[in-house]
């Protein structure tokens, strides 16, 4: 069975640092995909960035990076300089190519501080 | 372009009652789906279409149907609804054949069942 797990409910950081926020999965699929959505207060869910398995790079999109360590079954994804606005939910969530069921993890709620 | 649009935006249901949660998309998507989100579980998915005509269940489907009878419209009925059912449902849609997979969410019913 696939599972997405986020093991930080909660993380601080301030403004104009770099923050990590750590994604694990469990696949026995050799073929998948990997994503981030953000949910600010508001509620909707934004995409942000995604990171197919056999990519040989890790998936950048201006401040958000996604680094890929596929032996550990790690998505981590890096926001780079902070900003207030960055404040809000973040969703790990992965699909694998034989299935068109995506799985989500529980999310990080992240803290910008001024 | 409206995008995903979902109505009604908030409802309140009593137990046993049945009601349609509406969800529409313009960007000529062949994948829709239903996810609820409740606190601390993240996104669970209900049911899923990839096309007018085929629908399949998700991780969660029990107490829900959907129907997909055009590209556009994908509708989720709760026959039956029960306090378990409160929730925050969101829609989504995308192309099959879309390189970075994204989905594309609605802004979300938020349903109360009393």
């Known amino acids: 069975a696939q599972k997405i797990t986020q093991t930080q409910p909660g993380m601080f950081v301030q403004e104009k640092e770099a923050v990590t926020l750590d994604c694990t999965y469990d696949?026995?699929?050799?073929?998948?995909?990997l994503f981030w959505y953000k949910q600010p207060s508001s509620g909707e869910m934004i995409f942000l960035i995604y990171?197919?398995?056999?990519?040989?790079q890790n998936a950048t999109e201006g401040r958000y990076s996604l680094n890929f360590q596929k032996a550990r079954k790690s998505a981590n994804l890096v926001i780079s300089a902070s900003q207030l606005g960055d404040s809000a939910m973040y969703f790990c969530?992965?699909?694998?190519?034989?299935?068109?069921?995506?799985?989500f993890g529980t999310g990080t709620r992240l803290k910008v501080l001024a | 372009n409206a995008g995903v649009t979902q109505t009604p935006k908030f409802q309140v249901l009593k137990t046993g009652q049945s009601m349609t949660l509406q969800c529409a998309q313009d960007m000529n998507h062949e994948y829709m789906s239903w996810y609820r989100q409740d606190p601390g579980m993240g996104l669970r998915l209900i049911h899923y279409s990839v096309g007018a005509g085929i629908t399949d269940q998700g991780e969660v489907p029990n107490g829900y149907n959907v129907s997909r009878s055009t590209t556009e419209d994908f509708p989720l009925r709760l026959l039956s609804a029960a306090p378990s059912q409160t929730s925050v449902y969101f829609c989504?849609?995308?192309?099959?054949?879309?390189?970075?997979?994204?989905?594309?969410f609605g802004p979300g019913t938020r349903l109360t069942v009393l």
């Open positions: 989504a849609s995308k192309l099959l054949a879309e390189s970075t997979d994204t989905q594309y």
């Open positions: 696949t026995s699929d050799q073929s998948y995909g």
């Open positions: 990171q197919g398995s056999y990519d040989e």
């Open positions: 969530a992965m699909r694998s190519s034989g299935t068109y069921k995506y799985i």
